[in-house]
């Protein structure tokens, strides 16, 4: 089993939708997770960190289900701009996984 | 965004020779990091540097070597490229997983 997993997608959706992806994680002792977004050809770009109780960044909400052992990332009302790569990571013992990413297109 | 330039971004070279990729960055950061990204594997890291001069292996460290002889700059270096090291590279400043990435390194091995 890989140590992080992620549905590569694309998840296709239209604007203004709402769209949530996971990512799980094989360490139970993983103590920090974070949302990274990849644009095509770019580097990845910090987005969130995901903190126990869950959070919010305006449309962004990140959420850790520690006893299923996933993160998730929910995109309300969706925006072109959105389209993009979304890496999840993950830190236990000291080090840090990247997930391979799940693509997301967002069409007009 | 964070002072992270990376050079060249684009090299092709020919399998055998040896390549250096230089990492710079203005932000007096104290970790470094060389990762690489290929389809399928995601970003895997290569080596890392906690100071100057004090360095450690990644996780896929075999093939590359790297030295940070200032706090701004950490090199990699291929000694002798081969064409599975065809990938892009990215540097990153940071900690506790709150990395900044350069904007990468296309290298291509023939």
């Known amino acids: 089993r890989k140590e992080v997993e992620q549905d590569p997608g694309p998840f296709n959706v239209p604007e203004g939708a709402t769209v949530a992806f996971n990512c799980t994680y094989s360490n139970s002792a993983s103590q920090s997770f974070f949302w990274y977004r990849q644009d095509c050809r770019k580097e990845p770009k910090l987005l969130m960190s995901?903190?126990?109780s869950g959070n919010e960044d305006g449309r962004f909400t990140a959420q850790l289900n520690r006893a299923s052992q996933y993160i998730s990332l929910l995109i309300r009302d969706s925006k072109l701009s959105d389209s993009a790569t979304y890496l999840c990571?993950?830190?236990?013992?000291?080090?840090?996984?990247f997930g391979t990413g799940t693509r997301l297109l967002v069409s007009p | 965004d964070a002072g992270i330039t990376q050079s060249p971004r684009h090299k092709v070279t020919e399998t055998g020779t040896p390549v250096t990729l230089r990492c710079h960055q203005t932000?007096?950061?104290?970790?470094m990091y060389w990762y690489r990204q290929d389809p399928g594997h995601g970003l895997r890291l290569i080596h890392y540097s906690y100071g100057v001069k004090d360095t450690d292996k990644g996780e896929v460290s075999d093939g590359y070597s790297v030295s940070r002889s200032k706090t701004e700059d950490f090199l990699l270096t291929l000694e002798s490229a081969t064409s599975s090291q065809t990938s892009v590279y990215f540097c990153a400043i940071g900690d506790t997983g709150e990395l900044f990435f350069g904007e990468g390194s296309r290298l291509t091995v023939l």
């Open positions: 995901v903190y126990s």
């Open positions: 990571v993950v830190i236990g013992f000291q080090k840090l996984v």
């Open positions: 932000e007096n950061h104290r970790y």
